[in-house]
């Protein structure tokens, strides 16, 4: 296992709405923490399961301590373009997508974010596996999805 990226005190961004999973005490399991894009400070710096590197973050702004994996931080002077959507959060098509004039997700599939490229050249794009797709990934871009709930109710046709 490599040595942990950041040191006590140092500051860091959260990169992702980070929920309690249950651990955090006197609130219920699902609530919201820490926002995306917060900067707090290194705390602790822990190991978990043998091999994974937990930083103990104290976010100033909300008055929490919490728990984060490396990736799930950056350095708080790195690049930080905000996105619309985050990990494992359901989107849909807001377009037929298409490479080479082929269609290979129809406008209102629904997929998840498997990760946010937020360094790509026309601002957030995002790895998506939509479920009409199984076993590939396509990088999308933000304008081309819409959040899931959003999506169009569907009449099922038999």
Known sequence: ?????????????????????????GLAAGAP??????????VDIGIFLQDQIIYSVNFLGEAKTVGCRE?????????????????RERVCAAKSLAIDGVVLVAAGATGEVVKVVRDAPDGAAYHVHFDA????????????????????????TR
């Open 33 to 42: 923490l820490v926002s995306r894009g917060s900067i707090g400070y290194v």
């Open 133 to 156: 797709l199984p076993g590939r990934v396509l990088q999308i871009s933000e304008d081309a999805l819409q959040a899931a709930e959003l999506a169009p109710a569907r009449k099922e």
């Open 71 to 87: 990736e799930e931080l950056i350095g708080a002077e790195e690049l930080w373009a905000p996105s619309r959507f985050e990990f």
């Open 1 to 25: 296992m490599r040595g942990a990226r950041w040191a006590y005190g140092e500051p860091v961004r959260v990169t992702r709405n980070i929920r309690n999973d249950g651990t955090y005490p």
